[in-house]
């Protein structure tokens, strides 16, 4: 398996030109050790007359949909060196998309979702809010989406207090009290962006009660399609926080299970930044050509992070915009884009569209 260097790449300090020469590389090894390791990977590749041997360009790296892993258990490790298998959320009778990570794979997501996080919220363990219940991660062999995010967001906090009860209601009086108890200090709240919105912002309004949660930091993903549904932006969706929480710093990521650990924050000036051990590209979805920055496509996105099953370059089912590279008002370097959204007619994925089978 190709080197952990990638680790230890400064985050968002590499342009993207150095970044590239790193990635190309580092991409161009991770789809020779799958079509080593994994024989259905290989013989996709074959189909489609690809060498895995490369070297790949960015733009050359061969994608598999991220669908496939709906159909087909993609594994390049044997069944005795899977640490635990991750299943995609979605509405009842959808078929979960399946991830098998030996302990390897899984200890990298964890390192990167780590040092990602760390840039937005500091290296300092804050009490943390979970706006979801705890039977979510009672099975630590077996992970829903869901499940995942909450365990790999809760190693940055502290004191975790969820907010909700199994039958996704407030619970209001510990909710308080980690308020009263936090008061003034800095604190980490997370939670999907629909279950945030569902059953936290609005069930607050409904009991008239509001919260001071000032100086917390809310990352929240997923979801975003009903509440577009209703007309719910961004905007409004952190102006509806701050209404019921105070003034709390509010920072989405777009991520998916089937390259957990790759997570691409919300900057402050509103832009997805890649990290450097990731990246997007996004392609004409007629012709499959990579468009430049300000068109929308469909977005494929690249991560040094899966080792243990051949999800290193995927094409997702979103529609999105690169907005440019190196030049964001925040300082962050490398790419940023925008999601617009899932594809018309795709099938939804969404980590937390819906709570059955989450």
């Known amino acids: 398996m190709p080197d952990e260097s990638f680790l230890d790449w400064p985050v968002y300090e ?3 030109t150095d970044k590239r020469r790193r990635l190309e590389a580092e991409l161009s090894a991770l789809t020779a050790h799958h079509a080593e390791h994994c024989p259905p990977y290989a013989r996709l590749l074959a ?3 690809v060498s895995p041997q490369g070297p790949f360009t960015l733009e050359s790296l061969p994608w598999l949909p991220v669908q496939l892993f ?3 258990l993609l594994s390049s490790v044997p069944p005795d060196q899977v640490f635990k298998t991750l299943t995609s959320s979605g509405t009842t009778g959808q078929t979960p998309s399946r991830i098998t990570l030996d302990r390897i794979t899984a200890a990298r997501q964890t390192t990167a979702l780590a040092r990602i996080m760390q840039r937005f919220v500091g290296r300092a363990r804050l009490p943390m809010l979970i706006i979801d219940h705890a039977g979510v991660i009672k099975d630590r062999k077996s992970f829903s989406a869901r499940g995942a995010g909450i365990l790999g967001l ?3 906090g ?3 207090v969820y907010a909700l ?5 407030l619970d209001l009086e510990a909710v308080q009290a980690f308020c009263a108890r936090h008061a003034g200090a800095p604190k980490l709240l997370f939670g999907f962006t629909f279950m945030v919105w569902q059953h936290f912002v609005l069930a607050l309004e409904a009991s008239g009660q509001a919260l001071d949660l000032s100086g917390a930091l809310l990352v929240h993903s997923g979801g975003w399609k009903k509440l ?3 007309a719910v932006d961004n905007a409004q969706f952190k102006a509806r926080v701050r209404q019921v929480a105070g003034d709390v710093r509010v920072h989405n990521f777009y991520g998916m299970v089937e390259q957990v650990g790759s997570v691409f924050v919300e900057c402050e000036a509103g832009h997805l930044h890649t990290p450097a051990f990731a990246d997007v590209l996004v392609r004409d979805p007629q012709s499959w050509q990579v468009l430049p920055a300000g068109q929308a496509g469909v977005v494929q996105v690249l991560s040094c992070l899966p080792g243990s099953y051949p999800g290193h370059s995927l094409l997702t089912e979103d529609l999105g915009t690169l907005l440019g590279e190196d030049d964001c008002p925040c300082g962050r370097l490398g790419r940023h884009f925008h999601i617009h959204g899932r594809l018309p007619r795709a099938e939804l994925r969404g980590c937390s569209d819906t709570q059955p089978g989450s």
């Not at 009860?165 to 209601?169: A, I, V």
């Open 158 to 160: 502290r004191e975790h």
């Open 165 to 169: 009860r199994e039958d996704m209601s």
């Open 14 to 16: 590499l342009g993207q």
């Open 154 to 156: 809760a190693n940055l």
């Open 228 to 230: 577009l549904d209703i």
């Open 47 to 49: 189909a489609r007359g």
């Open 70 to 72: 709906k159909h087909r």
